[in-house]
């Protein structure tokens, strides 16, 4: 007994840093190299240089050039980084911040992953960061990236649980592609029917950040950065004709308030909780006047729309100023739909006291010279002369739309208006409300889009960021809100055919965007592949991403009987089920065909059975000759038949028979059957014999 | 209750794994469950589909599908990496007691590849090994002794994870042929042989050219040209004489010889003695009560000699080879195959 327990503590050995199989850890590292890709713009420095020390750590203590750290080493690293993260973080909460402690733990775990299990813990940790880098990004190449990764894990797996395999048996990857192929059909019926419920809470932004894209403030010079951005701020589609390039006003927001040298909004937007996400955009064909719009995310609360729109999908709703909102800021791609409303007009509408008042505001002082111009208006003109002539004093004088505009620190709109006459759409929109105000005519700055090219196909338009616009809302008695776009008075190309055209000559056109393809536009090759990749992602997102509550119940509605909800249920735990019973079927039809091949086998484990009932037991290795003496020698009445049995038993297995392998089996099987019959009548005269020879 | 319920347990999977040395692996006889590991993934499978539904995103439903499918074809192909294996004891081995003991298995992977399988009993494990399909290859299972005798593993358990290790199939074999296990050498103390024939010189004295020999009480099964019968003649003792010059000096090694010693304990003296004694080149014969072993010498009557000192007094274990037709097992095919 001691000696056995000395045994078994022997045997315990304390598990080396290396027992990991270094190619298991090599796909484990790459798994995260590559989920940290989708991340790697929202991640700060500091977390993905840290992770990076530590899983090359990690490497060089498996390849034992290093040590793993003691416990106090690293439990002082864990510290600190958990103290930068918390100091980075300042207690704010969302998915941005979970999905980088997530990062953290990956990477702090680097230095704990000695057993099987830490690795497993690792695997888990890894496969929810793939989940969530969806969240931050869901177009195809990068949900292509981040199944890699997964794939990736997933070979990992099978390298930690068979670290030695032969090179002449599939591969890991091959066994999980086969694998795929074959569960694929499930996946598909799955993603179709598995009914897509409202989501049961409200969950954290997914990110609290500010990204790039218009801002709720402008100071000349904002918008002019955002036009050095090609990314996309948005794609619509009409259901009937697009409008033309020049009335493609995208509004977003109204900045009313001037704040020294700053436009704001008036009214500050107040926290309110945010709501469930709802993706539901609308379903069912665009009808005429109806348009749908794709929105990449913002995290802010506001919606682009066309002038003169009403809200058709729940997921927006209209705000005062003609704007629309989101229930949730759109910390995802958003879907919304719209209807353009002709009727819409605000018409005649007064405006209030304290809306006049709000329209009017201007800081006491600063830039007198263009409230001077403002008095010298109002005296001579109506509010629409006013307009007018400050429209053809910018189409008419000698000012110029740049990317590049000067510097002008002190009384901008002064500078702007008589001296250097050089500015951006931004520079322009503020000057205009400012001595629109100044005359004492109700004005205010609109944030926004114009524009947008049209996809591949010409089905969609896409917006890009450097699409950004600002315009001019004059209020005009009997006639309400008018758009007036002084950008257009001293740039008409601006308007008419985009940005491009219209800093043409400057070359300043995305000038720090190596790699776009828009700065390339003129280059068929590029310009149509990249319209290409733009119209297969927006199918992406419409059908795969955005494939939702309302649109499942859309595509239902189309199929024969009235599936509901309920009847989702019920069919994805049919699908589930037919899926196991087929593959159970299957293997086990598998074998039945793999038992039912070998009927040689059969007849020769019934003459073993047969030998063993006759109390001669079947050795190991044993010839079938060697078997038929020992059975000769206990019941001489067989010996015959029995050596006929072994000779076609190794004739058969030696292919020294010329007969075919029925006729063969159907000897076979009647020998035995004689066989079987002589033992049965020998045994019973031997029967007491038998057993004092065997037991003495 | 829960005592009750794991010997149900066990009948039933008795009824499944019959005794034998034989043993392959198909629906009827493997078991498949989650791991560990498999159960947290089931948890991460659920959150990350609640994620899916809370923050409505379709990617993480279409991951969730993705992984659940995968984790029911993991669960096919770590049952079809078991099915269609099959496992034979080739040979049950033999040690001293508190060793480990070799059990060489074979094993031959049917249509499919086998892959990562490992084979255990009680604390001994085996690495994973690989079986390409259709092929077979042989496996030295090693199985810690405790005490001398038969020993036979209730339940070796071969089992697999492979692919993900987040399911495991497992069977069992329960081999019939027991191993042999030798008793423990323990320096024998110098004590004197029994077998004397009351001349003590005789059979002490250092023997030096032909004509020495070793003159001891006649047995059953010695050659009547050994017996001295000029000796017999004058004393009436039938004394047999072994030469030295044939043969070297014969030396008994005796159970009666320690006396005051425990059984177990002579045991373990003699096998230490029958291993001093297979240095040398000098015949030596075993005395055993019921059992006796000539003199002789080679690796082949030392393993007899051992095997002998190893069963003595055991039984072998029950419902070995057809013990259904109440044959009992004997030591006789275990012999020829050592000596093949």
Not at chain 1, 105 to 121: C, H, I, N, Q
Not at chain 1, 533 to 556: A, E, F, P, T
Not at chain 2, 13 to 41: C, E, H, M, W, Y
Not at chain 2, 261 to 269: F, Q, T, V
């Amino acid at each position: 007994m001691k000696l056995t327990q000395a045994f078994s503590l022997g045997r315990e050995a304390v598990e080396p840093a290396n027992a990991l199989p270094s190619n298991a850890l090599l796909w484990l590292i790459g798994s995260f190299a590559i989920l940290l890709a989708p991340q790697w713009d929202r991640l700060p420095i500091w977390l993905v240089a840290a992770c990076g020390i530590l899983a090359v750590w990690r490497w060089l203590a498996q390849e034992g050039r290093v040590r793993l750290p003691g416990r106090w080493l690293r439990t002082g690293i864990m510290l600190v980084l958990i103290a930068v993260y918390v100091a980075t973080v300042q207690g704010r909460f969302t998915v941005d911040t979970a999905a980088s402690f997530f990062v953290l733990a990956v990477g702090l775990k680097w230095l704990e992953t000695r057993s099987t299990r830490d690795f497993y813990v690792l695997f888990f940790i890894l496969v929810y960061l793939a989940g969530v880098n969806f969240l931050f990004q869901q177009n195809i190449l990068w949900a292509l990236v981040n199944f890699m990764a997964v794939a990736l894990l997933l070979v990992g797996l099978q390298v930690l649980n068979a670290p030695d395999l032969p090179s002449d048996m599939p591969s890991g990857w091959r066994r999980l592609g086969g694998l795929l192929l074959k569960t694929l059909p499930v996946v598909v019926l799955l993603f179709v029917f598995f009914p897509r419920m409202a989501p049961l809470w409200s969950v954290p932004l997914v990110s609290g950040e500010a990204r790039s894209g218009i801002s709720d403030t402008m100071r000349p010079g904002d918008i002019s950065n955002l036009a050095q951005s090609s990314e996309r701020a948005f794609r619509a589609t009409f259901g009937g004709e697009m409008p033309a390039y020049r009335d493609r006003y995208w509004r977003g927001l109204v900045l009313d308030y001037l704040d020294g040298e700053t436009w704001r909004q008036g009214r500050e937007e107040g926290f309110r909780r945010p709501g469930r996400i709802a993706m539901d955009g609308g379903v069912g064909p665009l009808d005429g006047r109806e348009y749908d719009v794709l929105m990449e995310p913002t995290d802010q609360r506001w919606a682009f729309a066309l002038e003169g729109s009403s809200a058709v999908s729940d997921n927006v709703v209209e705000e005062g100023d003609d704007l629309f909102r989101f229930r949730r800021p759109a910390d995802s791609t958003m879907r919304y739909r719209l209807a353009l409303d002709e009727s819409r007009s605000p018409g005649n509408a007064e405006l209030s006291p304290a809306e006049r008042r709000r329209f009017l505001q201007l800081p006491a002082s600063g830039n007198p010279r263009a409230r001077e111009l403002a008095r010298e208006l109002d005296q001579r003109f109506s509010d629409e002369g006013v307009v007018d002539s400050l429209l053809s004093r910018f189409r008419e004088q000698e000012y110029f739309y740049t990317l590049r505009p000067p510097a002008m620190p002190e009384e901008g709109i002064d500078a702007l208006l008589f001296d250097q006459k050089r500015g951006f759409c931004a520079h322009y929109a503020g000057a205009t409300t400012f001595v629109l105000r100044a005359a004492g005519i109700p004005a205010r700055v609109v944030v926004g889009y114009q524009g947008g090219d049209s996809g591949a196909g010409d089905e969609y338009l896409i917006v890009r960021q450097y699409d950004a616009h600002a315009w001019v809302e004059v209020w005009l008695e009997g006639q309400g809100w008018v758009r007036i776009d002084p950008t257009a008075a001293i740039s008409p190309a601006r308007i008419e055919s985009g940005l491009r055209d219209a800093v043409a000559e400057e070359g300043s056109f995305l000038e720090d965007e190596v790699l776009s393809a828009q700065k390339y536009g003129d280059m068929a090759m590029v310009q149509w592949a990249s319209l290409q990749l733009d119209r297969i992602n927006y199918q992406w997102q419409r059908w795969v991403v955005g494939y939702q509550g309302q649109s499942q119940m859309d595509l239902m509605s189309r199929l024969p009987g009235g599936i509901g909800m309920r009847e989702l249920g019920y069919l994805t735990a049919g699908i589930v089920g037919a899926g196991l019973l087929i593959a159970g079927l299957f293997s086990a039809l598998q074998l039945r065909r793999g038992e039912r091949r070998d009927d040689f086998q059969k007849v020769l484990l019934s003459w073993h059975r047969a030998c063993e009932s006759a109390g001669v037991p079947v050795r190991q290795g044993e010839t079938p000759s060697t078997l038929a003496d020992r059975l000769a020698q206990a019941r001489p009445s067989v010996t015959e038949t029995a050596r006929r049995f072994a000779r076609m038993v190794n004739s058969h297995y030696y292919k020294a028979s010329s007969e075919s392998d029925g006729q063969e089996l159907r000897r076979m099987r009647r020998l035995l059957g004689t066989m079987k019959r002589q033992l049965r009548e020998a045994s019973k005269g031997r029967q007491p014999h038998s057993e004092s020879g065997t037991t003495s | 209750m829960i005592k009750v319920f794991r010997e149900r347990w066990q009948r039933w999977v008795n009824r499944r794994v019959p005794r034998s040395d034989s043993q392959s692996f198909n629906q009827k006889n493997i078991f498949i469950l989650p791991t560990g590991a498999g159960v947290v993934f089931g948890i991460l499978l659920l959150v990350m589909l609640i994620t899916g539904i809370n923050y409505q995103n379709s990617l993480i439903y279409l991951t969730t599908f993705l992984l659940g499918a995968l984790f029911v074809g993991a669960m096919h192909q770590t049952h079809r990496n078991l099915s269609g294996l099959q496992l034979t004891l080739t040979q049950p081995g033999e040690g001293f007691a508190g060793d480990e003991v070799p059990y060489r298995f074979r094993a031959s992977a049917g249509k499919g590849p086998a892959i990562a399988i490992r084979l255990s009993c009680e604390d001994s494990n085996l690495a994973p090994f690989h079986i390409p399909a259709g092929q077979a290859m042989d496996v030295t299972l090693p199985v810690p002794s405790a005490h001398r005798g038969y020993l036979r593993p209730d339940m070796v358990r071969i089992e697999t994870r492979f692919p993900f290790g987040l399911l495991k199939a497992w069977s069992w074999v329960r081999p019939v042929s027991p191993a042999i296990i030798f008793p423990r050498p323990v320096a024998a103390p110098d004590a004197g042989s029994t077998v004397e024939d009351g001349d003590e010189d005789s059979a002490r004295r250092p023997t030096i050219g032909n004509d020495n020999a070793d003159l001891r009480p006649w047995r059953e099964g010695d050659l009547s040209q050994r017996v001295m019968w000029k000796r017999y003649a004058r004393t009436g003792q039938m004394v047999v004489a072994d030469w030295e010059g044939e043969q070297g000096n014969p030396q008994w090694l005796d159970f009666y010889a320690f006396a005051g010693a425990d059984n177990e304990l002579r045991l373990s003296y003699l096998a230490w003695q029958v291993l001093e004694r297979a240095k040398g080149t000098t015949p030596f014969g075993l005395n055993l009560p019921g059992q006796v072993i000539e003199p002789d010498q080679g690796q082949a009557h030392v393993t007899r000699c051992l095997r002998a000192l190893a069963v003595w007094g055991e039984e072998p274990p029950r419902d070995a080879i057809s013990a259904q037709h109440g044959t009992r097992w004997h030591e006789a095919p275990r012999e020829k195959e050592a000596a093949a």
